[in-house]
């Protein structure tokens, strides 16, 4: 018998992925995709089958996690064995904007996923997993940070990624399920969403070495993360939720770098050397420049500007996490290196750039038909 999958969040980097894994692991795999204006699934447009075909093993459902009467619907229909809780209102800045609406589809939403598994006495047959996140150690405690690290939540979207996890814990130990935590820390790639700071990075960047763009803004520069790729984090997923007793698990490198390293690593992949005009955030604003002549760029150009409104109100200053469990327990280890991950996403964002560029100056247009 095949194993079946639930994802939510299938439209998103960490869906496709692990939408990608499990087919290739013999799942059949059912996702949950909310209804948008515009064409929402491109991440996964490969993986489609008409549900005409016969054997298909990959199937959406329309759905929101803010609504508890359609998973409800959905889990009882699919019966998973596996249920991948990965759909979140997951930009940490917008959450200052929208909080109440992230409390309701990251908070809520979990528990809607417990419930309904509980509900339909499915709690024998179905694992969960839940996405958490480094965003929970927030305001450092310790480091590196374990999962016996206290976590001190700064943002709306950590505070409800907070009671995402506490609610996992409380139902696994309450009702003896199958539940866990993925304590995940950054993971990026290719299909990392263009507003994340890594996108922005390696989108900015290989624009400006393309003569497409000149200056990119950015907010902290300070900031330091623990960055892996996403490839490497879905299989820690897949392996959390076939152990035989469950548990919560740190993913991470145990490697941290500021946003300012990764900026220079992408100019350098891009044959681009820059250098930083002080240290040190400057609310005014302070500039890159590129110091060295490359094949694009005049020397003394001004390519990264620090603009104050990709500030948060409360920053999270450092994140480095201590993956020795998950390392022991699950066998798992990252393939991927910073410096493999910032050229992966360089050659793919230069690619899709030159494609763009070459069309543009063809002549076909690029922007949408109302500008
Ligand atoms: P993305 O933002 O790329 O994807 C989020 C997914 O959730 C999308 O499919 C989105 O749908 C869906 N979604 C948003 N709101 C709802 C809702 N109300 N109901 C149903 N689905 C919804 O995130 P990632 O793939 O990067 O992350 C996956 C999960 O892991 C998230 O929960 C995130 O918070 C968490 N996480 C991510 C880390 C990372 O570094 N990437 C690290 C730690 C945790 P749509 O496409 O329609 O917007
Ligand atoms: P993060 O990722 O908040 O860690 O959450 P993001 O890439 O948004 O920010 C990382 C750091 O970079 C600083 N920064 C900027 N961030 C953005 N987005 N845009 C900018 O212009 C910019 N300039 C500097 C930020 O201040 C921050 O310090 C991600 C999400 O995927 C969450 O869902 C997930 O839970 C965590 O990672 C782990």
Known sequence: MKKKALVTGITGQDGAYLAELLLSKGY??????????LFNTDRIDHLYQDPHETDVRFTMHYGDLTDSTNLIRIIQQVQPDEIYNLGAMSHV?????????TANADGIGTLRILEAVRLLGLTKKTRIYQASTSELYGLVQEVPQSEKTPFYPRSPYAVAKLYGYWITVNYREAYDMYACNGILFNH?????????????????????????QSCLYLGNLDAKRDWGHAKDYVEAMYLILQQDTPE?????????????????????????????KGEGVDEKGYVVSCSHRDYQLVAGTE??????RYFRPTEVELLIGDPSKSMSKLGWKPKYDLPMLIK??????????RREKTLKDLGYSIKNQFE
Do not use: N, Q, W
């Not at 990392?192 to 393309?210: D, N, Q």
């Open 303 to 308: 390519v990264v500007s620090v603009d104050p």
């Open 344 to 353: 992966d996403m360089m050659t793919s964002d230069l690619e899709l750039f």
């Open 93 to 101: 800045k917008v959450s200052f904007d929208t909080p109440e609406y």
């Open 248 to 276: 919560d698990f740190v993913i991470a490198t145990g490697i941290t770098t500021t946003v300012r390293d990764f900026v220079k690593m992408a100019f350098s992949e891009a044959g681009i050397e820059v250098e930083f």
């Open 28 to 37: 059949e795999v059912h996702g949950i995709k909310r209804r948008s204006s």
């Open 188 to 212: 990026e790639s290719p299909l990392r969403g263009e507003t994340f700071v890594t996108r922005k990075i390696t989108r900015g960047v290989s624009k400006i070495a393309l003569k497409m």
